[in-house]
């Protein structure tokens, strides 16, 4: 019997493959739990006060580090599940911020897919991901580099 919602292979992913996830509201739930998990208490995340009279920052900011993660979570549902093997390397950069409130989802673009020359039977994929909110603006972009399941062994 098919398993549905497994992850994409190495083949599945040529260079130039573009998709999107699904999206994911980011609610104030979201960020106080963030927050206490990560031990991230820093005033910024948990001074209302502070944000309202002394932050350039104005509104419940959520710390780019839930965005990220938030980001993972969507593609690991869609893409990864079953196939996804190592996380091997990542540049990140900020652009704007995330606030309560916002829906963001992920755009993907294939930039890097080679097969390892060490691992039989995997390969290596790169994607530019940027993490985009509701109305269009981009909050984060990161282009991590997985090693990733080959539909058969022999390759």
Do not use: W
Request: aromatic share 8%; net charge positive; charged share 25%.
């Amino acid at each position: 019997m098919e398993i549905l919602g497994l992850g994409l292979h190495f083949e599945d992913l040529p260079v130039g493959r573009q998709f999107r996830t699904v999206a994911r509201t980011v609610t104030e739930t979201d960020i106080v739990n963030f927050v206490t998990v990560t031990g991230m208490t820093e005033v910024l995340f948990t001074d209302l006060e502070f944000l309202r009279t002394e932050s350039d920052i104005k509104g419940r900011v959520a710390p780019g580090a839930l965005a990220y993660t938030f980001a993972e979570g969507l593609l690991v549902h869609s893409t990864m599940q079953h196939t996804g093997y190592a996380f091997l390397d990542m540049e990140l950069k900020v652009h704007n911020p995330v606030f309560a409130g916002d829906t963001i989802h992920v755009e993907c673009e294939v930039i890097e897919a080679r097969l390892s020359k060490s691992r039989p039977g995997r390969g290596l994929v790169r994607t530019r991901n940027k993490i985009v909110k509701h109305d269009g603006t981009l909050a984060i972009t990161y282009t991590p580099l997985r090693m990733i399941k080959c539909r058969s062994k022999g390759k």
